[in-house]
């Protein structure tokens, strides 16, 4: 199955889900309730599947729908404030068409790029419990399976890092050490068999309200996320090579030198 159909599939599987029951009223409570804003809208009110370009070497893992934001528009991170700040970015680094996103028929693109979460309905105060991220990651590994070209994974905040962590070692792919979560940090997974791909692990602070109001994540620093994604892709010689250059990065760190 090529990866279009593969992730057709996918797609078709998480939307179908009823997993998580206590989600899956939550979200069509809302989509009664609704914001003032959103009174003329028909919510989406069903688990979200994943959006963009199905040959990508990128993958950024978000947290999980927001209840006003992807529950009513039916994509990822589109409809909120933390679509807005995303998409303007990912629009700047060339890898949106367009920085708008307002709902599934806008006309955003994605190019060499695919958003997901780690949790594909919308939680009650934005917290999927434990037991709710675990029934999602099967969606996550069967996504990371199907992206054969995957070069980097951007962890957007701590759970999204984390549940692509997880994801990739579920997977095959092995790490030196289990990464902390910092702005920019970044660690390199290799498989042992197979092609001997590696994947670049790219953590970055979620683009959140809480987070761009209190500048803890300014733009420029959402644009040097996405700028090392493409110095990472713009390395040539594969995976050794990206390892080298992780493992220079580190050694400066640690130094104190420039990274």
């Known amino acids: 199955m090529d990866p279009p159909e593969a992730l057709g599939a996918i797609e078709r599987d998480v939307v179908a889900?009823?997993?998580c029951p206590e989600l899956r009223a939550y979200c069509a409570r809302i989509a009664t309730e609704k914001r003032r804003a959103y009174t003329e809208w028909t919510y989406w009110a069903k688990p979200v599947p994943a959006f963009g370009d199905p040959?990508?070497?990128?993958?950024?893992?978000?947290l999980a729908p927001g209840a006003h934001g992807?529950?009513?528009?039916?994509?990822?991170?589109?409809?909120d404030a933390s679509g807005e700040w995303l998409y303007r970015a990912?629009?700047?680094?060339?890898?949106?068409?367009?920085?708008?996103?307002?709902?599934?028929?806008?006309?955003?693109?994605?190019h060499d790029a695919l958003i997901t979460a780690a949790a594909r309905?919308?939680?009650?105060?934005?917290?999927?419990?434990?037991?709710q991220l675990r029934r999602c990651a099967p969606f996550l590994d069967a996504e990371v399976h199907t992206l054969t070209r995957l070069r980097v994974v951007v962890g957007l905040g701590a759970i999204g890092t984390r549940a692509a962590y997880d994801a990739l070692t579920r997977c095959g792919f092995n790490f030196a050490e289990r990464p902390s979560f910092a702005h920019l940090a970044e660690t390199v997974a290799c498989e042992d068999s197979g092609e001997h791909r590696c994947i670049v692990l790219l953590a970055s602070y979620h683009p959140s309200r809480q987070n761009t109001n209190t500048g803890k994540l300014t733009e420029p620093m959402l644009d040097a996320v996405f700028a090392r994604v493409r110095n990472i892709l713009a390395v040539q010689g594969g995976g050794a090579e990206e390892r080298r250059l992780v493992s220079q990065r580190s050694r400066n760190r640690k130094r104190g030198g420039r990274t």
């Open 90 to 110: 990912l629009a700047r680094s060339g890898f949106a068409n367009q920085p708008q996103a307002t709902d599934r028929n806008d006309g955003l693109v994605l």
């Open 121 to 131: 309905c919308a939680p009650p105060h934005n917290k999927p419990t434990p037991q």
């Open 55 to 62: 040959n990508a070497r990128v993958l950024l893992v978000g």
């Open 70 to 79: 992807s529950n009513r528009t039916g994509r990822m991170f589109t409809g």
């Open 17 to 19: 889900c009823r997993r």
